[in-house]
């Protein structure tokens, strides 16, 4: 079965940093793009960060640029976003989700067919 | 402010029909890219619903139906069920932004 798990919300104080995890499983990890994507309390779907399928790209909101960063460990089929300088504005519940599409060398805006279960972020 | 712009709310009775309307541009929608769009029932994640315009992955039923045309997207659905209350969400991609792109969302009502 197709998965992805994230892990790493909590509650962190304004200026504090935080690293969620998503973990992969049931597909090829290297062949597809995976993104964040973040829903505040009550508010819409709001895409953070991607990460191509080979590692080499990586693309940011300009909401988040300069203070995030996607990165992954492809030996454990894992991918991370290292959260710094923190805002209140960025409390929110966070998802990773592929792209349906396999094998795109870069972030083209393909619809994500699985998606986590999320982890909900509390900057407070 | 979305750069896709939805009505926040539609509604409608058992059995009929109703659209969610998603407006773009010419950097987005207008350009090109794909829209595709999300059933997010209350307390759980997104759910594709319909990718690249008007196609339904396996199990979604085919009273939803997807159309695309010039800078604009819509999402139909007929047969109104009370399952079908949930938030849906449009999806596409900005070149000028160099990213993905959701719309605010619409909230649907079954009367």
């Known amino acids: 079965e197709v998965q992805l798990l994230e892990s790493g919300g909590g509650l962190v104080q304004p200026g504090g940093s935080l690293r969620l995890s998503c973990a992969a499983s049931?597909?090829?990890?290297?062949?597809?793009?995976i993104s964040w994507v973040r829903q505040p309390p009550g508010k819409g779907l709001e895409w953070v960060s991607g990460m191509s399928g080979s590692g080499g790209r990586t693309y940011y909101a300009d909401s988040v640029k300069g203070r995030f960063t996607i990165s992954r460990d492809t030996s454990k089929n894992t991918l991370y976003l290292q959260m710094r300088s923190l805002r209140v504005d960025d409390t929110a519940v966070y998802y990773c989700?592929?792209?349906?599409?396999?094998?795109?060398?870069?972030?083209?805006?393909?619809?994500?067919?699985?998606w986590g279960q999320g982890t909900t972020v509390t900057v407070s | 402010q979305s750069v896709l712009t939805q009505p926040p709310s539609v509604s409608g009775a058992p059995g009929q029909r109703v659209t969610i309307s998603c407006t773009g541009s010419?950097?987005?929608?207008?350009?090109?890219?794909?829209v595709h769009w999300y059933q997010q029932l209350p307390g759980t994640a997104p759910k594709l619903l319909i990718y690249v315009n008007s196609n339904r992955p396996s199990g979604v039923p085919d009273r939803f139906s997807g159309s695309k045309s010039d800078t604009s997207a819509s999402l139909a659905i007929s047969g109104l069920q009370a399952g079908d209350e949930a938030d849906y969400y449009c999806?596409?991609?900005?070149?000028?932004?160099?990213?993905?792109?959701f719309g605010g969302g619409t909230k649907l009502t079954v009367l």
């Open positions: 989700a592929k792209d349906q599409v396999p094998g795109a060398v870069s972030l083209v805006g393909h619809a994500m067919d699985v």
């Open positions: 049931g597909f090829t990890f290297n062949s597809f793009v």
């Open positions: 010419s950097s987005n929608i207008g350009a090109g890219y794909d």
């Open positions: 999806q596409s991609y900005d070149s000028s932004l160099s990213g993905v792109i």
